[in-house]
């Protein structure tokens, strides 16, 4: 399946509904520190209800380290500055699809890693500046997962 990573996010609810969203698809969530928030938050507990069980979640102390657990073959940047859709790539299972902080998206340093594959995008209309991480991450993984004809469903 895919691996959605969040680097650096800021607020519980998201994750939360992130550990739900990688229960219910078979996604791997890895979080990349510093995170915003306890794992332990009452908002984060609430959003993923019961699911935490469920869900294959994983905390990195930092973007290298997450690099070298994850060993990505792909990796899709997702950033509202990228020109190519994310209905233009071909997925791939074990493909990692990379989400910035609720804030600020992705800072330049990440977006220019070696081992990112294609900076993505969301299509929206021109006056909107962005979409909760969690429908955006939710979005892309199920169009990956779509190509995929939603095996294991």
């Not at 074990?94 to 990112?116: A, K, N, T, W, Y």
């Amino acid at each position: 399946m895919f691996r959605i990573v969040f680097f650096h996010p800021e607020i519980p609810g998201n994750t939360g509904n992130a550990i739900r969203l990688a229960a219910n698809t078979g996604c791997e969530l890895h979080l990349i520190e510093p995170l915003g928030f306890s794992l332990e938050d009452r908002y984060l507990r609430r959003a993923g209800l019961d699911y935490h069980d469920l869900a294959h979640v994983r905390v990195h102390r930092d973007l290298a380290a997450a690099w070298e657990a994850l060993d990505p073959a792909h990796v899709y940047a997702f950033t509202t500055r990228a020109m190519r859709r994310h209905t233009d790539v071909a997925y791939a299972g074990g493909d990692v699809l990379l989400f910035g902080p609720e804030s600020v998206g992705l800072p330049d340093d990440v977006l220019d890693d070696e081992r990112i594959t294609d900076r993505v995008r969301l299509p929206m209309l021109p006056s909107s500046r962005s979409l909760n991480l969690t429908n955006t991450a939710s979005i892309a993984v199920y169009e990956a997962w779509r190509q995929h004809d939603f095996r294991g469903d």
